[in-house]
């Protein structure tokens, strides 16, 4: 009888542990025929991440010189700029005025205490030479008198000197007209007169001045 009870107990407990494990699908040690293995977590991650991986699409290639151009504002036509014309010369001698120049039209660079050649002349002096002008200087303070006053030299600056030491092309010997005269002065004046070359030379054999102004006047 305990035998029996023995064996009935094993086929029930059997049965019970058959019925368990078959619970929710086969077990993996007796799959059930004709049906296919579930497949596993990882693989149906990957297959999700698949299907819900964006797909890149390729955009048509930009053109940046077409979008520079078409951002870049149009350039309106500039016109050619006109040439100017020089302001005119309000300064121009009428016939018979006397040519206005300076100091340097008559300068030829000569050094102190030489003795004058012809080849130093420029075509500047050689144009002026016979012509009225009209020059700016100050009167060298070695006359005489301070009346009265019919010749006198002409400086350049009032640091030039008449003599040793000097430079003859920036000084001039003025002869004032036989009817003018003028008085002494340390501001610098306007002498009017033609311009004549005529190189004068000292006691020591150099060239104290090289120019001369004949019928000369002062202007105020």
């Known amino acids: 009888?305990?035998?029996?009870?023995?064996?009935?107990?094993?086929?029930?407990?059997?049965?019970?542990?058959?019925?368990?494990?078959?619970?929710?699908?086969?077990?993996?040690?007796?799959?059930?025929?004709?049906?296919?293995?579930?497949?596993?977590?990882?693989?149906?991650?990957?297959?999700?991440?698949?299907?819900?991986?964006?797909?890149a699409t390729e955009s048509p290639p930009s053109n940046s010189e077409g979008s520079t151009a078409a951002s870049a504002p149009t350039a309106e036509p500039v016109a050619p700029a006109q040439p100017q014309r020089p302001p005119a010369d309000r300064s121009t001698t009428?016939?018979?005025?006397?040519?206005?120049?300076?100091?340097?039209?008559?300068?030829?660079?000569?050094q102190a205490d030489v003795v004058f050649r012809p080849f130093m002349i420029s075509d500047r002096v050689k144009d002026?030479?016979?012509?009225?002008?009209?020059?700016?200087?100050?009167?060298?303070?070695?006359?005489?008198?301070?009346?009265?006053?019919?010749?006198?030299?002409?400086?350049?600056?009032?640091?030039?000197?008449?003599?040793?030491?000097?430079?003859?092309?920036?000084?001039a010997d003025v002869k004032l007209k036989a009817d003018s005269s003028v008085l002494f002065t340390p501001s610098p004046i306007k002498v009017e007169?033609?311009?004549?070359?005529?190189?004068?030379?000292?006691?020591d054999g150099n060239t104290w001045s090289l120019y001369r102004l004949e019928g000369a006047q002062v202007r105020n």
């Open 1 to 55: 009888m305990e035998t029996r009870c023995s064996s009935l107990v094993c086929i029930l407990g059997a049965w019970v542990v058959g019925t368990i494990a078959g619970c929710g699908g086969p077990s993996a040690a007796s799959p059930i025929a004709g049906h296919a293995p579930m497949p596993s977590s990882s693989a149906s991650t990957n297959e999700t991440a698949v299907a819900t991986e964006p797909v």
């Open 94 to 110: 009428k016939p018979g005025d006397a040519e206005k120049i300076t100091w340097d039209d008559v300068n030829l660079g000569m």
């Open 128 to 171: 002026l030479e016979g012509k009225r002008i009209s020059i700016v200087g100050y009167m060298h303070g070695g006359q005489a008198g301070q009346r009265g006053i019919k010749e006198f030299i002409l400086l350049k600056n009032t640091q030039c000197k008449f003599g040793p030491g000097g430079q003859a092309d920036h000084l």
């Open 193 to 203: 007169g033609t311009l004549v070359l005529e190189p004068f030379q000292g006691p």
